[in-house]
């Protein structure tokens, strides 16, 4: 099989010639827009070589009409910025540099942050403390950054991306009632995801950030595959791909063996993943970002693990 067959199998629980890997990492702010953040990520996949290649997105999405977001009434001023701002076209115009070099031999998604991720950064982090205060004020402005991502998203998907990696937060058991999360996150995140969807994404994965998760409340989200970190008080990869019904990706602890070796620790940990779920509906991935500095052969030593089975 080649890149795109292997991986298409498995979000299609297909037999594989073999289980499917990649992982990411975050690059520095000097390449995260344009020619340089396309000329890192695409560098780094000439090195590991991953079975499909999922961008790093950590340009800020603007918004308008409030310079700062100090209190909750603020969140009822925003109004999104256009596509045709400088963050989006800094953004999709990488994005198109990398899927014109390697868009016929792997898959490549995009990340984009859910709308609750986006606010708390818009915020100063205070996006949780002022959804608990007013609601419903937060919440309106939220969807104005939801219908902002989703546009963001069909753009991504137009320009040829195979779908989004959609980082989805605000989930944690200890931060909101099931009830506040369904009613105040949930819907927004919705937007974005049906929105690419509707565009013709074909992998949209989903990453489920945190601790402690509600991993169930996430079971109707629309998206080809699922990822989070089962060492973080969440379900193992095995629950949790019963509960959320679709492929799953992981099995390797962004901070354990992968970051210092030796080898055969990361091998044994990627082979004991794939013993554990098995070798469809399966790819193998980090529970979250690994660090930049983490070593590309460790990465390669782990890819490689799936062929010494």
Not at 51 to 71: A, S, T, W
Not at 83 to 90: E, F, I, P, T, W
Request: with cysteine; net charge negative; hydrophobic share 40%.
């Amino acid at each position: 099989m080649n890149k795109i067959e292997r991986v298409h199998a498995a979000l299609n629980e297909e037999p594989v010639d073999r289980v499917p890997a990649s992982f990411w990492f975050h690059f520095p702010s000097d390449q995260i827009a344009g020619h340089a953040m396309a000329q890192a990520h695409l560098d780094y996949y000439r090195k590991a070589d991953p079975d499909f290649l999922k961008v790093m997105n950590d340009n800020r999405h603007p918004v308008i009409g409030v310079e700062e977001i100090r209190r909750p009434r603020d969140w009822r001023k925003i109004k999104p910025a256009p596509l045709s701002s400088d963050a989006y076209q800094g953004e999709l115009d990488g994005v198109r540099e990398i899927l014109e070099a390697i868009g016929d031999e792997a898959l490549v998604v995009v990340t984009v942050f859910n709308p609750y991720a986006m606010g708390n950064y818009m915020s100063n982090r205070q996006v949780t403390e002022h959804l608990r205060a007013d609601p419903e004020s937060v919440s309106a402005g939220l969807a104005v950054v939801a219908e902002s991502l989703a546009e963001f998203s069909q753009a991504i998907i137009q320009a040829g991306a195979a779908g989004i990696f959609f980082s989805a937060q605000g989930s944690e058991k200890n931060r909101f009632s099931r009830e506040q999360f369904e009613t105040y996150i949930q819907p927004h995140d919705l937007i974005v995801l049906e929105a690419a969807q509707e565009a013709g994404a074909t992998f949209n994965l989903l990453h489920i950030c945190g601790n402690n998760l509600r991993l169930d409340a996430y079971a109707n989200y629309p998206a080809h595959a699922a990822n989070w970190g089962p060492q973080h008080d969440n379900p193992s990869l095995r629950e949790g791909q019963e509960i959320l019904d679709r492929t799953v990706i992981g099995g390797v602890d962004e901070r354990g063996p992968i970051v210092d070796g030796p080898r055969a620790a990361i091998e044994a940990e990627v082979q004991a993943s794939v013993r554990a779920i098995g070798t469809t509906g399966f790819m193998i991935g980090a529970g979250c970002t690994v660090p930049d500095d983490v070593p590309v052969e460790h990465l390669i030593w782990a890819r490689e693990a799936l062929t010494d089975r």
